[in-house]
């Protein structure tokens, strides 16, 4: 059985900073791309940044130059970190990774979500 367990939510004013993680455990075989979601109140879910298994990264570009995602292959996880939050930035951040289990069909999972609120 796979989990993606994030961490690193919370609460910050307008201008700091906040470094999210999310680590994959369970049988594991391969980890493609991974990602970060975010939903406000009443919107849509919105893709924030992602990260492929060889290290190419792409954001949206509201987050560019602020945001960078990160992984650590070797622990199965990855990071977030977001610099100069912005009140519109407050949303549940959600991890998601394209994984393939052992003996179980690649498919993807998602976190559980962390609340993060930028207050002006």
């Known amino acids: 059985q796979v989990q993606l367990v994030e961490s690193g939510g919370g609460l910050v004013q307008s201008g700091g900073s906040l470094r999210l993680s999310c680590a994959a455990s369970?049988?594991?075989?391969?980890?493609?791309?991974m990602a970060w979601y975010r939903q406000a109140p009443g919107k849509q879910r919105e893709l924030v940044a992602t990260?492929?298994?060889?290290?190419?990264?792409g954001y949206v570009d509201s987050v560019k130059g602020r945001f960078t995602i990160s992984r650590d292959n070797a622990k199965n996880t990855v990071y977030l970190q977001m610099n100069n939050l912005k009140p519109e930035d407050t949303a549940v951040y959600y991890c998601?990774?394209?994984?393939?289990?052992?003996?179980?069909?690649?498919?993807?999972?998602w976190g559980q979500g962390t609340q993060v609120t930028v207050s002006s």
């Open positions: 998601n990774a394209d994984i393939r289990p052992i003996g179980r069909v690649r498919r993807d999972y």
């Open positions: 369970g049988s594991i075989l391969s980890i493609y791309a």
């Open positions: 990260i492929t298994d060889s290290d190419n990264t």
